[in-house]
């Protein structure tokens, strides 16, 4: 309600009063005349009527939304082979066709012919084994004797397949007898037109304007099958003779060196096929074989401990091989020398393949890779490129040892192949390119930061859990970074040294060999031990597999808030850590113990600052209390040094506040890798309400001095929940500035000059350059505008850095014409590497008609993606949030017509950046409108209803404290 002050007249004012002029005097006499006169009218002739309500019946009801239960059912796995015979040696012949004209109908075929000798544990008469994608023609068994030559044929009365668990199954009409050794002897027919990539697969590619074709494996996990009958188990190892026939314009590569190699005509064809016989690998995984037959040229030296090094590319780039030799053979050579354990082949080769399924794969002896992993060139490719292949390379040569000579068991245990060379990628790197300052500026950012952002939800799973169909098997973030991440909370808690001393003890015991994780707690256990002279139990009351069950085997990590309660006294406390505060786990098949942990929990003060070697007080799946010595009342105290405990820290408010100003006033106090945690912690603590976001905002103000990557880059990866919440609301401009503030001394430090031999500095850069422009910094519009000004006048020709393309078109279509929005549309349909950055750029424009005609144009035009488009612009701003969702609603009925139940997830896809009681009013009205929605649709918008209501929360919580400080930031800017 308005004050009357601010209530305006139609008088003319006097010092004491208001007087109106004859006219308005008579206008307001005649209008009191007619509402009497309508008043007197109503009475008259309006017939009395009862006060009671009209009875209409009953309200009409509001049907909305009907969801369902999702059976939470786990299907049985049956598919291991039985324990009754073991596989020790494998005869593999294979001959692709892969020349279309040469070949005719045998094009795309894999013949084959295989024997697997095996002993035979328990007596039995049925033999089951694992193959794919192939034909069995012939079938045989044998027993063999100790030089494994045949002594008896075996009768085989039946055979049958199994399609689900992929298994030969074949029934013999007597048993075979524990004790002896038999030969099962198979000749198939199988195919390389494997359409994932996967398998024994067919692939082309064009070099120097000719069409070429290749063949190559990836048989991890379960794709050894599709090339050749074998127990395709981990733990079921074996040796390899492997041979391969071509044609002689190719050349073979496998596991490996050749041993001979033979030509001979086939009788039926005249055709002349090279035939390359390979030597006898050692005991490993059948998903370890490996074989590619292409056009290959390599670079190749002899490392220093004498293993035959060399690399495989496409002739026309095998120059760019030659970074990829070097550090490839330092690597392997530093690994041999950190383990005490010699690489056990006499080489190793790596392929540069033009396709290929995965990033990279460490089959032993010959690790294939994508190009962009593998290739560098030090003039014309980027740092960021270098850095991976740094980090690639590094990770498929530990798996040499972490990975082959030692394998999990099964896949349940993957984290220990895929975890370990996780953490040992950093390593790797850190031995042949120090300038990236690895741990320091990469580790939080591309492990651990990577792993909390899938386990901070209800929907992650533990790292060890029960895998059986080939879907299950987790090659994702938790077995990958988090593993990664519980290395480096063992180094937290063990010291490098002892923790490395275990390792060697669990590579040395376990050699050729497969294990699980209690047998890596083992060694470590023992290890520690000898080391310490006491047992960790002696120690901290508890052993490795008590301290990292609490780990591996459920889902999550914990919140541990820090609270002040005396001077010298903190109290620890923790809770599962969860972003959305109305997240449950989704734990039916999985363990839960509890949701508690054993957190080593590192800690240090202002009066003692002892980050080197800090105090550490263990949080037994329960609370703990923190005794600061020295410490005043004034001092801050900060926890997780270094962040090497998976964990996050919040602090109670004075803390919060003191180590802001700290920040501040010295920044370099705190460790790198704790600045970065403070930031990350506050920005998530603040979203999970947690904590008051004004305290993120506050903790961020001494970003405008930092002058290091990990903590920039914590906030470039956190801030986009505040953007979202703001973007829509009128603090929006004052929170722009603040960040523009913020990012301007680095702007003005690093400026556009990319230099492709530096290192971490490319990676400021590229986050200055990115803030700055996404913030509408002056001088980087204006160097952005310009960059695109010069590739529109020159098409063919694209001036700006390749990293910085889609910040550069966004920032240039938001503060151009139309005329630089056509030239992005039209550049979309012939340029391919450039099509998405390009389309995800004309979503930032800001005007709205424009947006709305992008929107349009994409349901009629073919080379655009509706739900894509839509995805841009919603995106992209906040003007083009709301003209997405607009557009969403009013076209809802046809994109149902194009995407049938997938439309809905369009719908929900707004509500994450919802926060207002008009948005939730919108989301319920379309509720109401498609009550008979499918119920998995259902819960999708309860789900929605759900996180914008929670947004709300967070504005209600937030919106004013923020306000308040971004006010005064902004005031303060003003008057410097």
Same mark, same amino acid.
């Given at each position: 309600?308005?004050?009357?002050?601010?209530?305006?007249?139609?008088?003319?004012?006097?010092?004491?009063?208001?007087?109106?002029?004859?006219?308005?005097?008579?206008?307001?006499?005649?209008?009191?005349?007619?509402?009497?006169?309508?008043?007197?009218?109503? !009475?008259?002739?309006?017939?009395?009527?009862?006060?009671?309500?009209?009875?209409?019946?009953?309200?009409?009801?509001?049907?909305?939304?009907?969801?369902?239960?999702?059976?939470?059912?786990?299907?049985?796995?049956?598919?291991?082979?039985?324990?009754?015979? =073991?596989?020790?040696?494998?005869?593999?012949?294979?001959?692709?066709?892969?020349?279309?004209?040469?070949?005719?109908?045998?094009?795309?075929?894999?013949?084959?012919?295989?024997?697997?000798?095996? @002993?035979?544990?328990?007596?039995?008469?049925?033999?089951? %084994?694992? &193959?794919?994608?192939?034909?069995?023609?012939?079938?045989?068994?044998?027993?063999?004797?100790?030089?494994?030559?045949?002594?008896?044929?075996?009768?085989?009365?039946?055979?049958?397949?199994?399609?689900?668990?992929?298994?030969?199954?074949?029934?013999?009409?007597?048993?075979? #007898?524990?004790?002896?050794?038999?030969?099962?002897?198979?000749?198939?027919?199988?195919?390389?037109?494997?359409?994932?990539?996967?398998?024994?697969?067919?692939?082309?590619?064009?070099?120097?304007?000719?069409?070429?074709? /290749?063949?190559?494996?990836?048989?991890?996990?379960?794709?050894?099958?599709?090339?050749?009958?074998?127990?395709?188990?981990?733990?079921?190892?074996?040796?390899?003779? @492997?041979?391969?026939?071509?044609?002689?314009?190719?050349?073979?590569?496998?596991?490996?060196?050749?041993?001979?190699?033979?030509?001979?005509?086939?009788?039926?064809?005249?055709?002349?096929?090279?035939?390359?016989?390979?030597?006898?690998?050692?005991?490993?995984?059948?998903?370890?074989? !490996? /074989?590619?037959?292409?056009?290959?040229?390599?670079?190749?030296? @002899?490392?220093?401990?004498?293993?035959?090094?060399?690399?495989?590319?496409?002739?026309?780039?095998?120059?760019?091989?030659?970074?990829?030799?070097?550090?490839?053979?330092?690597?392997?050579?530093?690994?041999?020398?950190?383990?005490?354990?010699?690489?056990?082949?006499?080489?190793?080769?790596?392929?540069?393949?033009?396709?290929?399924?995965?990033?990279?794969?460490?089959?032993? *002896?010959?690790?294939?890779?994508?190009?962009?992993?593998?290739?560098?060139?030090?003039?014309?490719?980027?740092?960021?490129?270098?850095?991976?292949?740094?980090?690639?390379?590094?990770?498929?040569?530990? &798996?040499?040892?972490?990975?082959?000579?030692?394998?999990?068991?099964?896949?349940?245990?993957?984290?220990?192949? #895929?975890?370990?060379?996780?953490?040992?990628?950093?390593? *790797?790197?850190?031995?042949? #390119?120090?300038?990236?300052?690895?741990?320091?500026?990469?580790?939080?950012?591309?492990?651990?930061?990577?792993?909390?952002?899938?386990?901070?939800?209800?929907?992650?799973?533990?790292?060890?859990?029960?895998?059986?169909?080939?879907?299950?098997?987790?090659?994702?973030?938790?077995?990958?970074?988090?593993?990664?991440?519980?290395?480096?909370?063992?180094?937290?808690?063990?010291?490098?040294?002892?923790?490395?001393? *275990?390792?060697?003890?669990?590579?040395?015991?376990?050699?050729?060999?497969?294990?699980?994780?209690?047998?890596?707690?083992?060694?470590?256990?023992?290890?520690? #031990?000898?080391?310490?002279?006491?047992?960790?139990?002696?120690?901290?009351?508890?052993?490795?597999?008590?301290?990292?069950?609490?780990?591996?085997?459920?889902?999550?990590?914990?919140?541990?808030?820090?609270?002040?309660?005396?001077?010298?006294?903190?109290?620890?406390?923790?809770?599962?850590?969860?972003?959305?505060?109305?997240?449950?786990?989704?734990?039916?098949?999985?363990?839960?113990?509890?949701?508690?942990? &054993?957190?080593?929990?590192?800690?240090?003060?202002?009066?003692?600052?002892?980050?080197?070697?800090?105090?550490?007080?263990?949080?037994?799946?329960?609370?703990?209390?923190?005794?600061?010595?020295?410490?005043?009342?004034?001092?801050?105290?900060?926890?997780?040094?270094?962040?090497?405990?998976?964990?996050?820290?919040?602090?109670?408010?004075?803390?919060?506040?003191?180590?802001?100003?700290?920040?501040?006033?010295?920044?370099?106090?705190?460790?790198?890798?704790?600045?970065?945690?403070?930031?990350?912690?506050?920005?998530?603590?603040?979203?999970?309400?947690?904590?008051?976001?004004?305290?993120?905002?506050?903790?961020?103000?001494?970003?405008?001095?930092?002058?290091?990557?990990?903590?920039?880059?914590?906030?470039?990866?956190?801030?986009?929940?505040?953007?979202?919440?703001?973007?829509?609301?009128?603090?929006?401009?004052?929170?722009?500035?603040?960040?523009?503030?913020?990012?301007?001394?680095?702007?003005?430090?690093?400026?556009?000059?990319?230099?492709?031999?530096?290192?971490?500095?490319?990676?400021?850069?590229?986050?200055?350059?990115?803030?700055?422009?996404?913030?509408?910094?002056?001088?980087?519009?204006?160097?952005?505008?310009?960059?695109?000004?010069?590739?529109?006048?020159?098409?063919?020709?694209?001036?700006?850095?390749?990293?910085?393309?889609?910040?550069?078109?966004?920032?240039?279509?938001? &503060?151009?014409?139309?005329?630089?929005?056509?030239?992005?549309?039209?550049?979309?349909?012939?340029?391919?590497?450039?099509? %998405?950055?390009?389309?995800?750029?004309?979503?930032?424009?800001?005007?709205?008609?424009?947006?709305?005609?992008?929107?349009?144009?994409?349901?009629?035009?073919?080379?655009?993606?509706?739900?894509?488009?839509?995805?841009? =612009?919603?995106?992209?701003?906040?003007?083009?949030?709301?003209?997405?969702?607009?557009?969403?609603?009013?076209?809802?009925?046809?994109?149902?017509?194009?995407?049938?139940?997938?439309?809905?997830?369009?719908?929900?896809?707004?509500?994450?950046?919802?926060?207002?009681?008009?948005?939730?009013?919108?989301?319920?009205?379309?509720?109401?409108?498609?009550?008979?929605?499918?119920?998995?649709?259902?819960?999708?918008?309860?789900?929605?209803?759900?996180?914008?209501?929670?947004?709300?929360?967070?504005?209600?919580?937030?919106?004013?404290?923020?306000?308040?400080?971004?006010?005064?930031?902004?005031?303060?800017?003003?008057?410097?």
């Amino acid at each position: 309600m308005a004050s009357s002050k601010d209530v305006e007249y139609g008088g003319k004012s006097s010092g004491k009063g208001y007087f109106l002029t004859r006219n308005t005097c008579i206008l307001i006499a005649i209008t009191v005349c007619v509402l009497i006169t309508v008043g007197v009218l109503l !009475a008259y002739y309006v017939p009395d009527r009862s006060c009671d309500p009209v009875d209409d019946g009953e309200d009409e009801e509001i049907k909305m939304p009907t969801p369902t239960e999702i059976p939470d059912e786990k299907e049985d796995f049956e598919g291991r082979t039985p324990d009754t015979l =073991v596989p020790y040696h494998y005869t593999v012949w294979l001959q692709p066709y892969i020349d279309e004209v040469l070949d005719g109908e045998k094009f795309m075929d894999l013949d084959g012919v295989t024997s697997v000798y095996v @002993t035979c544990e328990k007596a039995t008469n049925e033999i089951k %084994i694992h &193959h794919k994608f192939m034909t069995i023609n012939t079938y045989e068994v044998y027993e063999i004797d100790d030089n494994g030559n045949d002594v008896e044929q075996i009768e085989v009365t039946d055979h049958e397949i199994d399609k689900k668990y992929e298994m030969f199954i074949i029934t013999t009409g007597s048993t075979l #007898e524990a004790g002896k050794d038999y030969r099962l002897y198979f000749e198939h027919v199988g195919t390389v037109n494997q359409t994932d990539n996967r398998g024994f697969y067919y692939a082309t590619y064009e070099e120097d304007s000719q069409n070429k074709s /290749y063949v190559a494996t990836q048989f991890q996990a379960v794709r050894a099958r599709r090339a050749f009958p074998c127990f395709d188990e981990p733990a079921l190892k074996a040796t390899f003779d @492997t041979t391969l026939v071509f044609r002689p314009h190719r050349i073979a590569l496998s596991n490996t060196e050749i041993i001979l190699n033979e030509t001979y005509v086939d009788s039926h064809t005249g055709d002349t096929w090279n035939v390359s016989i390979f030597n006898t690998t050692v005991v490993m995984s059948t998903y370890l074989n !490996a /074989y590619t037959i292409g056009d290959w040229a390599c670079v190749q030296d @002899t490392t220093r401990n004498g293993v035959k090094f060399r690399v495989w590319s496409q002739p026309s780039l095998v120059h760019t091989a030659e970074y990829g030799l070097d550090i490839g053979m330092e690597q392997l050579s530093s690994f041999e020398e950190l383990w005490g354990i010699p690489y056990p082949l006499g080489k190793m080769d790596m392929v540069a393949l033009p396709v290929f399924g995965p990033g990279a794969m460490e089959n032993w *002896g010959l690790i294939l890779y994508r190009e962009v992993y593998l290739l560098y060139d030090p003039g014309n490719h980027t740092p960021s490129r270098k850095k991976g292949v740094g980090i690639v390379v590094a990770h498929e040569l530990i &798996h040499q040892w972490f990975g082959n000579w030692i394998t999990c068991g099964w896949w349940s245990d993957l984290w220990l192949n #895929e975890g370990f060379a996780t953490y040992f990628e950093f390593y *790797g790197l850190d031995m042949v #390119e120090k300038g990236y300052d690895a741990w320091n500026q990469f580790f939080l950012k591309d492990a651990t930061y990577r792993a909390m952002s899938t386990d901070q939800q209800g929907s992650s799973h533990p790292i060890v859990y029960d895998v059986g169909f080939e879907e299950e098997i987790a090659f994702d973030s938790i077995t990958y970074e988090k593993g990664g991440s519980m290395v480096m909370l063992m180094e937290g808690f063990l010291g490098q040294d002892l923790m490395f001393e *275990g390792f060697r003890l669990y590579l040395n015991r376990h050699n050729y060999s497969s294990v699980y994780s209690d047998d890596l707690w083992a060694a470590l256990d023992e290890t520690y #031990e000898d080391e310490m002279g006491q047992s960790l139990e002696s120690s901290i009351g508890y052993n490795m597999k008590e301290v990292m069950d609490t780990w591996t085997l459920q889902m999550g990590f914990p919140v541990v808030t820090l609270t002040r309660s005396a001077t010298n006294l903190v109290s620890a406390d923790q809770e599962h850590y969860l972003l959305d505060p109305n997240d449950e786990p989704q734990d039916t098949h999985y363990i839960n113990l509890g949701y508690v942990w &054993h957190v080593p929990l590192t800690y240090t003060h202002e009066g003692e600052q002892n980050v080197n070697n800090p105090q550490t007080v263990w949080l037994h799946k329960t609370s703990a209390e923190i005794e600061l010595e020295g410490a005043t009342n004034l001092h801050w105290y900060v926890a997780n040094i270094n962040q090497t405990a998976f964990i996050r820290v919040n602090y109670d408010m004075d803390n919060w506040r003191k180590l802001a100003k700290q920040l501040q006033a010295d920044y370099k106090v705190l460790p790198t890798r704790n600045r970065a945690h403070l930031i990350d912690d506050a920005l998530h603590l603040g979203q999970s309400h947690h904590l008051d976001h004004v305290i993120a905002m506050e903790t961020i103000e001494y970003l405008h001095i930092e002058d290091e990557h990990m903590p920039w880059q914590a906030f470039v990866r956190a801030q986009y929940y505040t953007k979202y919440m703001l973007w829509r609301q009128s603090t929006y401009g004052m929170f722009e500035k603040y960040i523009r503030h913020l990012v301007e001394p680095n702007y003005i430090d690093l400026g556009w000059d990319f230099d492709y031999y530096e290192d971490v500095d490319y990676y400021r850069r590229l986050d200055t350059l990115r803030t700055a422009c996404d913030y509408n910094y002056d001088d980087c519009v204006m160097n952005a505008t310009s960059q695109y000004a010069e590739w529109m006048a020159d098409p063919n020709n694209n001036p700006i850095e390749i990293n910085m393309r889609q910040n550069v078109y966004c920032t240039s279509i938001r &503060h151009g014409t139309d005329a630089e929005w056509q030239f992005a549309y039209e550049r979309q349909k012939v340029d391919a590497d450039e099509q %998405i950055n390009l389309q995800r750029g004309m979503a930032c424009s800001r005007e709205s008609w424009t947006l709305q005609r992008y929107m349009e144009e994409s349901m009629v035009d073919e080379g655009l993606v509706t739900m894509a488009t839509i995805g841009f =612009v919603r995106d992209a701003s906040g003007l083009g949030f709301s003209l997405a969702w607009d557009f969403t609603l009013q076209n809802f009925d046809s994109l149902k017509e194009t995407y049938l139940n997938a439309a809905y997830d369009i719908v929900w896809s707004f509500a994450s950046k919802m926060n207002t009681e008009k948005d939730l009013k919108q989301l319920n009205d379309f509720g109401a409108k498609y009550y008979d929605m499918p119920g998995t649709a259902a819960n999708g918008f309860y789900k929605a209803v759900e996180t914008v209501e929670t947004n709300i929360q967070w504005a209600d919580r937030n919106k004013n404290d923020i306000r308040t400080f971004l006010e005064a930031i902004v005031h303060n800017l003003n008057t410097v």
